[in-house]
């Protein structure tokens, strides 16, 4: 029968390429793992990969360790754990938009995979009874999470994501024990489970990889990353986020919307889902990681701004917040 594999949000709908497609290489290589690791499936490590990245944030958000603990590394945690603070850092939006497998290194008696992960969201800091947001609007970022497995580790009977013990099944709370109450084997080891062994920037794991990058089995290059989402649409999305900034949508705001529609040759169907986003107040500023398409695409929301003759206070403070946020 039908069965659902993924839900695409409508901005995320209109790009091109949303999705790093597997390829032969991929495919090939899939096969050699699933000989080392019989449970692997791609789907199913970007699943861990998701559920791991998310359940990292949650226990940076509540200051609990405990939160985080099976999943990750022992070096990884004392990492995180030097990098906690008091500050009530929570989010007012958060959402996931793309997990894709983008890098797979052979390390002898290891397998090393590279799950880049793309995340919207929008901060706030609580101070005593008062919220004060650190990001003006939904911002994103893309993350790459490292996740390591021992080969030949075998069948098991329980999954750290969905808290059973690889060893034995049992059930497992959220705890800083690494061992199982039932039958005492160690929760975080990549001799039964894929472990998160590291989360780095775009920019951390381009300088990872152009070092290494002839030892990796696949791999994707970081700037492909940046074009599945092409310069035009962001900025198609991010106009569009401009004009429904002060709720108002005139005739020439139309007209210059529809004819840049027409000029990039979007299909109008798609794009139906951005313009209720759009003027529902959901729809979230994008950005490219290179800034000189940063600078394309912003030169482009101040024409959007003024296109009807005047900037509106609620677009020229979108303008001023953009330049803050990404422009250094």
């Known amino acids: 029968d039908w069965v659902l594999s993924e839900i695409t949000q409508a901005d995320d709908y209109v790009g091109q390429n949303p999705k ?10 899939a096969d050699k793992l699933i ?3 019989n449970d692997f499936a791609v789907q199913l490590i970007e699943d861990k990969a998701s559920n791991g990245y998310l359940q990292i944030l949650t226990a940076k958000t509540f ?3 405990k939160i985080m603990r099976r999943f990750v590394s022992d070096n990884y945690f004392n990492k995180v754990m030097e990098e906690m603070s008091d500050d009530k850092i929570a989010y007012n939006r958060l959402f ?4 894709s497998l983008i890098g ?3 390390e002898g008696s290891q397998n090393k995979l590279f799950i880049s992960i793309k995340a919207s969201y929008q901060r706030v800091l609580a101070q005593g009874n008062k919220i004060k947001l650190i990001d003006p609007f939904v911002i994103s970022d893309t993350s790459v999470v490292v996740m390591v497995r021992e080969k030949k580790s075998g069948a ?3 999954s750290l994501y969905s808290h059973n013990c690889p060893n034995c099944g049992g059930k497992l709370d959220d705890t800083l024990d690494i061992n199982c109450q039932y039958c005492g084997s160690v929760l975080n080891s990549s001799k039964v489970e894929w472990i998160i062994d590291e989360v780095l920037t775009m920019d951390e794991y381009s300088d990872y990889l152009s070092g290494v990058k002839s030892e990796f089995d696949y791999s994707i290059n970081p700037k492909f990353l940046d074009s599945m989402y092409d310069v035009r649409d962001y900025a198609f999305n991010n106009v569009l986020a401009m004009i429904a900034s002060d709720k108002n949508f005139d005739d020439a705001e139309k007209e210059f919307v529809n004819k840049i529609a027409k000029k990039w040759g979007y299909n109008t169907e798609k794009i139906k889902g951005l313009y209720k986003l759009a003027f529902s107040g959901q729809l979230n500023i994008k950005m490219p990681a290179d800034e000189k398409k940063r600078e394309k695409i912003f030169k482009l929301m101040e024409k959007a701004a003024k296109v009807d003759g005047s900037i509106a206070a609620e677009e020229q403070k979108m303008l001023d917040d953009v330049r803050s946020v990404y422009f250094s």
Request: aromatic residues 0%; hydrophobic residues 40%; proline residues 0%.
């Open 63 to 65: 200051n609990d360790a």
């Open 35 to 37: 000989l080392e690791n």
């Open 20 to 29: 790093v497609m597997a390829n032969s290489n991929l495919r090939a290589l």
């Open 156 to 158: 098991t009977k329980g």
């Open 104 to 106: 797979v290194k052979d």
């Open 96 to 99: 996931l938009n793309d997990v």
